[in-house]
């Protein structure tokens, strides 16, 4: 199985690293990509979702990949008129599928200029192709609340998030997602002890910024059945780059 994990910020490619300094939308590039990997299993996050288009279903007709699932989870940073979701696209039909809402944070959540978040529901989308179990997801995006998953409330949340995945995994099972930092086996250690995962990129930044202060941010976890035949990080014209793995079973 070829699999790519990709957070596509909306479909936009990047004039620089500063935060959202985007170009406008471009799926042609993101599914030349794709194509050029040749995935059998692609699972994005921040594609977009509005009442008149799903742009995951686009990019499954861009690439041949014929099988599809999204769920919008809370509104684009650029066009507050369409929602940034997770998508799946697939050469083999996706069975089994659900939308598991995540714990949501019990601390506050408020921005430097004392405006307290809007809560929008994040989400693990479950499925399966044959006997393997996936999710894909994006997990809360504490930094811009002043948290850290590292340490404090942040950790304690990361906790909860870990006892959901644990609850809902069955192995073999793959997890791929834009998880928002990088120290995964320290902060949810039981995904690796209990459910025998091990982490399928290899060590080095997945989310680029201006300021230099790069994260692994991005992941794709792997159950011990996994052999892996290939594993690499993509430099893209995005401020997360492309996560590609090959396994055999």
Partial sequence: MRLITWNIGGGRRIN?????????????????QINELDPDLVMLQET????????????????????????????????????????????????????????????????????????????????????????????????????KYMEGKGKDYASKLETSLTQILETPAIICGDFQFGELESVMPNLFKKLFLIEALPNEPTRIRADGNNTRSDHILISRDFKIVESKVIHTQTDHRLGFTEITI
């Fill in 48 to 147: 977009l979702t509005s009442p008149k288009r799903i742009q995951a279903e686009r990019l499954s007709q861009m690439t041949g990949l014929s099988y599809s699932l999204n769920v919008a989870m809370s509104p684009d940073h650029i066009n507050p008129e369409e929602y940034l979701s997770c998508s799946v696209i697939s050469k083999k039909p996706l069975n089994n599928a659900l939308n598991i809402i995540q714990p949501y944070p019990d601390f506050p959540l408020v921005f430097k200029d004392g405006r307290e978040a809007q809560r929008f529901d994040k989400y693990f989308m479950k499925f399966k192709i044959g006997g393997v179990t996936f999710i894909n997801t994006q997990i809360q995006p504490l930094h811009y609340w002043g948290y």
């Fill in 16 to 32: 620089s690293y500063s935060q959202w300094d985007y170009t406008n939308e471009d799926l042609k590039y993101f599914a030349d």
